[in-house]
Nanobody, 126 residues
Framework: VQLQASGGGLVQAGGSLRLSCAAS?????????VAWFRQGPGKEREFVAA????????YYADSVKGRFTISRDNAKNTASLQMNSLKPEDTAVYYC???????????????????WGQGTQVTVSS
């Protein structure tokens, strides 16, 4: 399974970005839960958002709830993260992740994901 993240960039505080994650090398994208994590400078990689296999349920970190929206298109093997009202503290490398075996209670845990994209840098200036 290969995951390719894109869409990062430099944006002013209050602005928006949309990240995309393209999946390949898998049989059925709908068999994978997907998630976004981020790692800021000098910080641990942390959970941002996750979506169930069918796309019916989304989960968010408290720090992004109401500002970020995760979505997926199983027909196109893609997942996205719409980020609005960006803050300087959102600056990080953002990673998409996918798992065919993860259970719902572990969706927020990075250890539950065996497939990772290469990361895309998001920088929010104040």
């Amino acid at each position: 399974v290969q995951l390719q993240a894109s869409g990062g960039g430099l944006v002013q505080a209050g602005g928006s970005l949309r990240l995309s994650c393209a999946a390949s090398g898998l049989r059925t994208f709908s068999g994978y839960a997907v998630a976004w994590f981020r790692q800021g400078p000098g910080k641990e990689r942390e959970f941002v958002a996750a979506m169930s296999r069918t796309g019916t349920t989304a989960y968010y970190a408290d720090s992004v709830k109401g500002r970020f929206t995760i979505s997926r298109d199983n027909a196109k093997n893609t997942a996205s993260l719409q980020m609005n009202s960006l803050k300087p503290e959102d600056t990080a490398v953002y990673y998409c992740a996918a798992s065919a075996s993860i259970i719902t209670s572990n969706l927020r845990q990075k250890a539950g994901y065996g497939n990772w994209g290469q990361g895309t840098q998001v920088t929010v200036s104040s």
